[in-house]
């Protein structure tokens, strides 16, 4: 019952402030001579509003999920335009909604177009580590949160491949979200093939985050990971050309995945690397003698402001810091969850050139 009523209050408090977006735009509308027919109107607002429920509910309906996903930028920038607009026209008493109207919309066109480019257009973050072990260099490639599917597709994937192999890696890792919930898209579209074309000394190696247990379809999209030279580590720890060992471990939503100390290797001389997608505890890695560990998830908030509330959440949200003799590091990811648009974020994939203080 109580589930229940705090469903009951979010689409409550979903539809007013959808209400109050229509409303503003309502308002432009009638200003130009353009706002006719109120139910049909209404109701077009409503159903876009609402679009992304049908696809997710109804699988051939998957063009509903493309409208939920475009009107999800529209509503969050829609908000915070009409809010701002709103007290400026409070506080000045200038009502000159045609004018006004038309520089909102203006903008709105703008931050899209912005954002679609920094989606689409990825770019790669250069890192340099070292690490007081044995051992000689490494070029790791490293990219989460691709959320293959629709909108994150097979051409953008490709964009990833090509840049990853310019890098000549040693070893390729996804840490986690490779698709959008289903991996039906991914099978569907071939991007399998696009996946086998990349190379790396030591070979692809990926873990799960919280998207793949969404979809409820983690056998087959390991089979089809597996098709595509990609190995998925889960909860478990591997020794990669007697160079490192590697652990993948279960993303935090499974409540019964190992503790990363029991993962531990039992050998110490070899560095240790660790993907784990969801970068919620830093503290038990680091403790555990870790040397890098690598997350995604957050996609740095995706559209500011929202990295302000990721980085409340996590203690790091973004980029890479030392903990203790620990590096660590989150990455904005690859692709995109909902609007195909970044603002304050890019999609990128990380070159980390790893060195060792003892030969």
């Not at 049909?40 to 509903?64: K, N, P, Q, R, T």
């Not at 690598?294 to 990295?307: I, R």
Request: aromatic content about 14%.
């Amino acid at each position: 019952m109580k589930e229940i009523l705090q469903i009951a209050l979010m689409v409550i408090i979903y539809g007013a402030l959808t209400t109050y977006l229509g409303w503003n735009l309502k308002k432009w509308l009638q200003s130009l001579n353009l706002y006719r027919w109120p139910i049909i109107y209404w109701s077009i607002i409503y159903f876009v509003a609402f679009s992304v429920l049908f696809g997710e509910w109804f699988d051939s309906l998957h063009v509903f999920s493309v409208i939920g996903s475009y009107w999800m930028f529209l509503f969050e920038y829609g908000l915070i335009l009409c809010v701002l607009v709103n007290l400026f026209i409070l506080l000045t008493r200038i009502k000159r909604t045609k004018i006004v109207g038309t520089i909102v919309f203006s903008l709105l066109i703008v931050l899209f177009a912005f954002g679609t480019y920094n989606a689409y257009s990825p770019v790669v973050r250069n890192l340099e580590i070292t690490i007081d072990k044995k051992g000689e260099p490494l070029r790791l490639v490293v990219a989460s949160d691709f959320h293959l599917g629709i909108l994150s597709d097979k051409e953008h994937l490709q964009k990833f491949v090509d840049l990853s192999n310019e890098a000549h890696p040693d070893v390729v890792l996804l840490v986690g979200d490779l698709v959008d919930d289903d991996p039906i898209w991914f099978v569907d579209e071939g991007m399998d093939d696009v996946m086998k074309q990349l190379k790396a000394t030591y070979g692809v190696y990926g873990v799960l985050g919280n998207h793949e247990y969404y979809g409820g379809k983690i056998p087959l999209l390991v089979e089809e990971m597996k098709n595509a030279n990609v190995k998925i580590l889960m909860d478990e720890t591997i020794l990669v050309g007697n160079r490192f060992y590697l652990t993948g471990q279960e993303d935090s939503v499974n409540e019964n995945r190992m503790k990363i100390a029991d993962l531990k290797p039992e050998n110490g001389e070899y560095p240790w690397f660790v993907m784990n997608h969801t970068p919620n505890d830093l503290e038990s890695p680091s403790n555990a003698g870790v040397d890098l560990h690598l997350s995604g998830h957050t996609h740095y908030g995706q559209l500011w402001p929202n990295n302000l509330i990721t980085n409340m959440i996590f203690e790091l949200d973004y980029g890479h810091m030392l903990k203790e003799r620990m590096h660590a590091l989150v990455s904005s990811g690859f692709g995109f969850w909902g609007p195909p648009t970044r603002i304050g974020s890019r999609s990128e994939l990380w070159v980390i050139d790893v060195t060792f203080t003892k030969e």
